[in-house]
């Protein structure tokens, strides 16, 4: 449930937008451009899973198939890694950290495939929660501000407006331009492993995707799944340094070019601030935490600065 209000406040976010604009320019009434919306971004989220989904189940079907093969070349790096720290730090040969490792994975590898029809099932649950809840949040939204308001006092009615207006724009902004910046990353890394012809690439692209979402680690979590299905099919260095490229050049457009355009003039946060609230949001919440922490603390900051300022102006009238 908790995911489901979670992903539907970031949906209705997402779509209130392109609502409000139906709304205003063909002048009609809130609930039929709410409808109106979601058919569109529905219709154009089928179209997109339509195109992609034969060659995502393709490429799944393959993984699934070779999950064995490359739990056994993992196991055989890690062999090869631990006889060489054994060189160097010779009290490492009785952690018995290969043979934990291979049952962890053997494990892992075992409860996912059990486990996935449960998951898939929850899916469509979560998902269709997601759109019902999502729906009603943009359609009755203006009705729902206006009883909010109403609650209000009136000494701090207008802090109380500007305060809201300021968290819910900031906030649906980062969030368009988070899916915006995750959509392009995936979208480059894919075209780009698909271009060098690399397996799984669609898949791989879908994943740097959403760990692109994650800030700081994201990006190196990404690339991890890449860089050990290039060694466990015994690429050459040379190919290895060209499967990170693809992924150094998705980090330097978004770093350089998504950003700064898309991100960065939306949340004023301190870059300390950012390590922060991110390391609190992982202990809370793990990878969701570490998604939403950015969010939450500047809206934090947006209301610290706002009553901050209701403050002083009540103590300069006084």
């Known amino acids: 449930m908790f995911i489901s209000v979670l992903l539907a406040i970031v949906l209705s976010h997402a779509i209130r937008p392109f609502v409000d604009h139906i709304e205003g320019w063909f002048k009609m009434d809130r609930g039929l451009a709410t409808l109106i919306g979601f058919g569109l971004f529905g219709g154009s989220a089928v179209a997109v899973i ?55 994975m053997i494990s892992q590898a075992t409860n996912m495939a059990q486990s996935l029809p449960v998951m898939l099932t929850n899916s469509f649950s979560v998902m269709f929660l997601c759109f019902f809840l999502a729906f009603f949040m943009v359609k009755d939204s203006h009705s729902l501000y206006r009883g909010f308001l109403s609650l209000v006092p009136n000494h701090v009615f207008e802090t109380t407006l500007s305060l809201t207006h300021q968290i819910s724009l900031q906030i649906g902004q980062f969030i368009r331009a988070r899916i915006l910046e995750a959509f392009i990353v995936g979208l480059i890394t894919g075209v780009g492993l698909q271009i060098i012809s690399f397996p799984f690439a669609l898949l791989l692209g879908l994943f740097a995707g959403l760990m692109n979402l994650v800030p700081y680690l994201g990006p190196v979590i990404g690339c991890i799944p890449a860089v050990l299905v290039g060694i466990v099919n015994g690429m050459s260095l040379l190919e290895l340094s060209i499967v990170l490229t693809v992924y150094v050049v998705a980090q330097l457009i978004d770093n350089i070019i998504l950003i700064p355009i898309l991100v960065a003039r939306m949340m004023k946060l301190h870059p300390v601030t950012v390590v922060v609230v991110v390391i609190a949001g992982a202990q809370f919440l793990g990878i969701l935490g570490m998604i939403i922490s950015i969010p939450v603390a500047n809206a934090i900051q947006v209301a610290y600065h706002a009553v901050y300022q209701h403050i002083i102006n009540a103590e300069v009238t006084r």
């Open 50 to 104: 339509s195109w992609t989904m034969p060659f995502l189940s393709e490429q799944f079907q393959n993984l699934r198939s070779e999950i064995p093969k490359y739990i056994e070349g993992i196991i055989a790096l890690l062999d090869r890694t631990e006889d060489k720290l054994q060189v160097f730090i010779p009290f490492i040969e009785n952690t018995n950290a290969t043979s934990q490792a291979k049952q962890w």
